[in-house]
């Protein structure tokens, strides 16, 4: 059992102690490290100022380098892993391309923002020059999606990142020498981790095999991508105290795209289930497009966006609606439910045993259509106000399945069963829709909110069943004259 956190920091290696492995990553740099370039402004995953890059050894190379938000993440998720921060961009005294045109450009006054937004530019420049992407105003604006700035009007800072000349820039894996890295890790990939300080416990297995034999589950907590953990322990909301952490499992990073289903592992990234997800469920795809940032869904979960539970989460009406499955493991037994069964009635209650924990999500293919929708003050970055997913099959404008599932309208995101049945062997019809739109509000009891009154969430549940109606007739160029009602 090692007892110390390893990891490559701007190239170099460093072994933490147990006392600093539970540090926030962004207290760490800049208390123990002195690497102050990164900076802290809202400490809950919203601003950006805090970005940093990782890559994550994938068992035989490193892996991508992403941005992640440094102030909700714990230094002993970053257990083989190589970590670059704004002052590791520069390499013997010349500027990276991203730092070189945002002084070119003027991106920066107060300059809070601009190591963050540097380094998500440099994220961009990395997968521009893997050929991931051709850099354009779109691109530049996706990947700086996560990163605030109050003073400069953004103009500037979208003109340096539109003007990076990709020929400039050198990878990362051209800047750091890999090799030694990669042999250091490979020779770690067995090693089950336990490190422990003053009330603090976590356990790293090296897979599940080890986790059922070693950890007592029932007694602590998963932390995954932290991404809703972090935001809790920075406010106080809760205390980690014994965690286990999936993280140096690898076939838990793993989503397999057969030809009836996919299978995604629980550590798999929002964004490697974005581009999964593109070619048989493209609805959900830019349902994920638009969920939080690049630097969240570089480390958060599906798994962690489940059983969080959250009544408006994004990702749990579409399970609901698409017949997924969970599947649940303790060390004697495995579970495999319908997500729609695994939500309990009441706020944050799941049928999740103390003793299990999740191992994979099932997305299976049907020949189902789906409509997903998400209405929120801002398009990016920001909580739903509603969501709405339904899932349906026409056969000759007839609907022969319509399932329904909506978020923020009550605890739990809620299946109206009655307005399906209300709708099933129905032909598509405005009138029907407007009947079942006036039903729906009287079966939803919102809260008031900071994201809306009640009585707004009730418009908007309204309004998107005869959205999704006009929607269908649209996209089936239905006359609607000819229908017989
Ligand atoms: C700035 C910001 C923006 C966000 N935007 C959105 C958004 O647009 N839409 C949205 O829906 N959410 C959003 N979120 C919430 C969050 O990012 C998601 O819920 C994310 O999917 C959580 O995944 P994670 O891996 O980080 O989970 P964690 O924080 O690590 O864990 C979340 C919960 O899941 C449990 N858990 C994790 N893995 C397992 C497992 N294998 N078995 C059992 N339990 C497990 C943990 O114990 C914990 O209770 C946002 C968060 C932030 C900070
Ligand atoms: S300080 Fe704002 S995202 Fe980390
Ligand atoms: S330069 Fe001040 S916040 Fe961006």
Avoid: W
Avoid at 227 to 234: H, I, Q, R, S
């Amino acid at each position: 059992m090692r007892k110390s956190i390893i990891l490559y920091l701007n190239g170099k290696m460093i072994e933490l102690g147990e006392s600093d492995s539970f540090m926030s990553l962004s207290n760490y740099l800049r208390y123990q490290k002195n690497l102050t370039g990164t900076k802290v402004t809202c400490s809950e995953g919203d601003c950006g100022a805090c970005t940093v890059l990782v890559s994550r050894f994938d068992g035989k190379k490193m892996g991508q380098i992403q941005a992640i938000n440094s102030c909700i993440s714990f230094m002993y998720l970053f257990d083989r892993c190589h970590l670059i921060t704004v002052e590791g961009l520069k390499k013997l005294d010349h500027l990276h391309p991203a730092q070189k045109t945002m002084i070119k450009h003027h991106g920066a006054q107060c300059g809070y923002c601009t190591p963050g937004m540097i380094c998500a530019l440099a994220a961009m420049t990395e997968d521009a020059k893997n050929n991931v992407i051709k850099i354009d105003n779109k691109k530049v604006k996706n990947y700086l999606t996560g990163n605030l700035c109050r003073c400069t009007g953004y103009e500037p800072i979208i003109k340096a990142g539109l003007s990076i000349d990709i020929n400039d820039v050198k990878k990362f894996s051209d800047i750091y020498d890999q090799k030694e890295m990669i042999s250091k890790y490979s020779n770690l990939i067995f090693d089950d981790v336990k490190l422990s300080h003053k009330d603090q416990e976590v356990y790293l297995p090296a897979s599940y095999e080890s986790l059922y034999k070693n950890a007592d589950i029932k007694n602590t907590k998963i932390v995954s991508g932290a991404t809703d953990l972090g935001v809790f322990v920075n406010k106080n909301k809760i205390q980690l105290k014994k965690v286990i952490s999936l993280n140096n499992i690898l076939e838990s990073y793993k989503i397999q795209n057969l030809d009836d289903k996919i299978v995604i592992g629980a550590k798999a990234s929002l964004t490697d289930i974005e581009k999964a997800c593109k070619k048989d469920f493209p609805e959900f795809s830019k349902s994920l497009h638009i969920f939080a940032s690049p630097q969240i869904k570089n480390i958060g979960t599906l798994v962690g966006n489940l059983v969080n539970a959250s009544p408006i989460s994004d990702t749990a009406a579409f399970l609901r609606v698409s017949n997924s499955k969970v599947i649940l493991n303790n060390s004697k037994t495995e579970r495999s439910i319908f997500i729609n069964d695994f939500f309990l009635k009441s706020y944050k209650k799941l049928d999740i045993n103390s003793d299990e924990i999740v191992t994979h999500i099932i997305i299976p293919k049907e020949k189902i259509k789906f409509k997903l929708y998400k209405i929120s003050t801002r398009k990016d970055l920001d909580i739903s106000s509603v969501n709405m997913a339904i899932a349906y099959k026409l056969d000759n404008k007839i609907f022969t399945s319509f399932k329904l599932c909506v978020g923020g309208v009550g605890p739990t995101t809620l299946r109206l069963t009655s307005i399906e049945k209300e709708v099933i062997g129905k032909a598509i019809d405005q009138k029907i829709f407007k009947k079942i739109a006036k039903m729906a509000i009287l079966q939803i009891k919102p809260l008031s909110d900071v994201r809306g009154e009640g009585s707004y969430r009730k418009i908007l549940v309204h309004n998107l069943l005869l959205k999704f109606c006009d929607e269908v007739i649209l996209d089936n160029k239905i006359n609607v004259n000819e229908i017989s009602i």
